[in-house]
């Protein structure tokens, strides 16, 4: 079994062992099944069996319970009888209790290690996504990067971002003839979706020193993969956050990774738990992004494992990328129910001892319809699987235990403390001050020795006297002040009772003759 993932015991008594092979293990792969039916537990027995074959795995920890894979489980836990009668049963005969190296990770830095990465390694499209922004406003953010690159200004956190739309609205006349339009309400509306993330706590997740991807691929002293835990009970909050991250973990990787071609082993496993938050309302662009992610990302070496309800929550396109599939029992009570039900088992190589969609329908808890690549890729026959019981704590681990695993951790200081280096806020700043006290200078040194010119113009903006001969000053005067006694009093005769006449004659000849 050294060269798969034992998954548990199948056919007729649960006795014929179920396993993922390693070798076809960067095939990616699905897990999916209703809520309550054993996905967290299938998620920690696969965690469990790629560490021990030496593979690093990275998965999110939606509800808190995969804390558990740091301690090795034990004889007094309630379902230890229920665990080793399971394991006797599939015929797991080297069953028994251990821990997995585990590093803890989380975006604000509260139950693991801090994750951070900059602005511009995020990217224009995933921050479009993760700020919900419409296609025009889009294009803008499109334009900041751009500017970004041209000015020579690094974008490292969000303040960079902002102090760049700032500048940008400012010099939009001049930047228009270059660049496109650049909309002063499209720019206020991307501000504002920024103080959003701010408010949920998206700022921690920009600036320095940036995540290395290196320290997601370690195996520690015994040989064994790390195991990787991102804290996500409450980035579930933000899903929004939290799906537009794991999308920029898993094309970082992507952009990265050099070539391996098929290994006998993958060099990570990436888990994505609650996959349909990536999909839900997505635009094509991103969905074309993660069409191409999961089909070459496996010559890199890399497995993807999407985490699920419903198979209907994964596009068509890739979930024809997902080779190896776990699909737990799917509730059929409504008409849409019974119409995925049929899709689900439509994708399946159909077992001739049994219906699929039945047995997706009847599969008890701990139980799965299996189907796993085969010799030259080719899925093997769906089949009824009794899973594994886990050999880490089921259930989540205490804040001593997890304070302690942090301390020891080799992450430990290396990500603590955050680097706020010079980036485009000081630059633009130093620049704004720089033009200011230019300008400040000029006016000065003007005020102080002024031109001849300047002489000539200050001393008329002086003068305040008359040239002109008396009597003609006096006649143009005597005359403006007759014609403006004139006005005055035509203009108080139309206000009174002989200018409301005039009108209702003007307008009574007007309408007299309709």
Known sequence: MTEQVFLGGGGEDYGTPQGLALKYANRHGLIAGATGTGKTVTLQILAEGFSNAGVPVILSDVKGDLSGLAKAGSDSHKLHSAFTSRAEKIGFAGYGYHACPVTFWDLYGAQGHPVRTTVAEMGPLLLARLLELSEAQEGILNIAFRLADDEGLPLLDLKDLQALLVWTGENRSQ??????????????????????LENQGGAGLFGEPALALSDLMRCDEAGKGMVNILAADKLMAAPGLYATFLLWLLSELFEELPEVGDPDKPRLVFFFDEAHLLFDDAPKALIDKVEQVARLIRSKGVGV?????????????????????????????????????????????????????????????????????????????????????????????????????????DMAGKYDTPVDRRSAYEILAQRAQTAAQEAETSETEAEES????????????????????????????????????MSEAVIKELKGTTGRRIVRGILGSLFRGR
């Not at 228009?176 to 959003?196: D, E, K, T």
């Not at 903006?461 to 006694?485: I, L, N, P």
Request: charged share 25%; no cysteine; proline share 7%.
């Open 175 to 196: 930047l228009s003839l270059r660049y496109g339009n650049v909309s002063p309400a499209s720019i206020g509306a991307i501000q504002r979706r920024l103080l959003v």
């Open 305 to 409: 494992y999407f985490i699920t309800q419903n198979p209907a929550d994964v596009p068509e396109d890739i979930l024809g990328q997902l080779g190896n599939r776990i699909q737990h029992a799917l509730r059929a009570f409504t008409a849409k129910d019974r119409k995925n039900l049929r899709l689900a088992a439509g994708t399946y190589r159909e077992n001739p001892r049994f219906p699929t969609e039945d047995a997706i329908r009847e599969v008890g808890v701990g139980e799965a319809v299996t189907s796993m690549l085969q010799k030259k890729g080719v899925p093997g026959v769906v089949e009824r699987t009794l899973i594994r019981p886990p050999s880490t704590q089921l259930g989540p681990i205490t804040e001593q235990e997890r304070a302690a695993i942090l301390k020891a951790s």
């Open 450 to 485: 002024p031109q001849p010119m300047a002489r000539e113009f200050n001393a008329a903006r002086r003068y305040s006297g008359s040239r002109v001969s008396r009597s003609t000053s006096r006649s143009y005067r005597e005359k403006d002040t007759f014609t403006s006694a």
